[in-house]
């Protein structure tokens, strides 16, 4: 089963259109992405119509962001493309009449709404710009000398300061 990935999609453009001067095409926004112009504009279009971005046509023109990043949130991006779904279908109702399918759908139906609630509420927490400033860091060290690197500490590692 593929995965619903226009959110991080959106997200990836909207940085992307952020970070370039002027506007940026259906076409080039596809090709970064790896899909059609067609399904950019479709995406883009659920954007444009909340106020996050806007289109001029003709020559020279292309997408735009028109909301400062720092306002939009994950949430406000889900949202606007069309809210695909978080999590897959983790049940079946191949048998209706069966009391143990019954029992197991009730409490799996129900964990995951508590999830989706809390994933969306964390969504509506980050901002498109904190998104944004982690991309110029990781950019910044990218652009560093090998030997000018701090080396990555191990996840359980702290800081010796």
């Given at each position: 089963m593929r995965t619903d990935s226009r959110l991080s999609r959106m997200l990836h453009a909207l940085i992307h259109m952020d970070r370039h001067d002027g506007p940026l095409t259906s076409e080039t926004i596809a090709q970064m992405l790896g899909t059609n112009p067609v399904v950019v504009r479709r995406m883009l279009a659920g954007l444009r119509d909340q106020g996050y971005v806007q289109s001029e046509k003709g020559h020279g023109g292309g997408w735009i962001v028109s909301k400062?990043?720092?306002?939009l949130t994950l949430l406000d991006v889900y949202r606007a493309v069309g809210e695909p779904p978080i999590f897959s279908e983790l049940f079946t109702e191949d048998h209706p009449e069966c009391l143990v399918e019954q029992a197991v759908?009730?409490?799996?139906?129900?964990?995951?709404?508590e999830a989706e609630a809390a994933l969306l509420a964390r969504f509506g927490a980050i901002t498109v710009g904190m998104l944004v400033r982690d991309f110029d860091e990781r950019f910044a060290r990218s652009q560093q000398p090998d030997s000018t690197r701090r080396p990555a500490r191990r996840p359980n590692e702290k800081s010796r300061q």
């Amino acid at each position: 089963m593929r995965t619903d990935s226009r959110l991080s999609r959106m997200l990836h453009a909207l940085i992307h259109m952020d970070r370039h001067d002027g506007p940026l095409t259906s076409e080039t926004i596809a090709q970064m992405l790896g899909t059609n112009p067609v399904v950019v504009r479709r995406m883009l279009a659920g954007l444009r119509d909340q106020g996050y971005v806007q289109s001029e046509k003709g020559h020279g023109g292309g997408w735009i962001v028109s909301k400062n990043l720092d306002e939009l949130t994950l949430l406000d991006v889900y949202r606007a493309v069309g809210e695909p779904p978080i999590f897959s279908e983790l049940f079946t109702e191949d048998h209706p009449e069966c009391l143990v399918e019954q029992a197991v759908n009730v409490r799996l139906s129900e964990t995951v709404r508590e999830a989706e609630a809390a994933l969306l509420a964390r969504f509506g927490a980050i901002t498109v710009g904190m998104l944004v400033r982690d991309f110029d860091e990781r950019f910044a060290r990218s652009q560093q000398p090998d030997s000018t690197r701090r080396p990555a500490r191990r996840p359980n590692e702290k800081s010796r300061q």
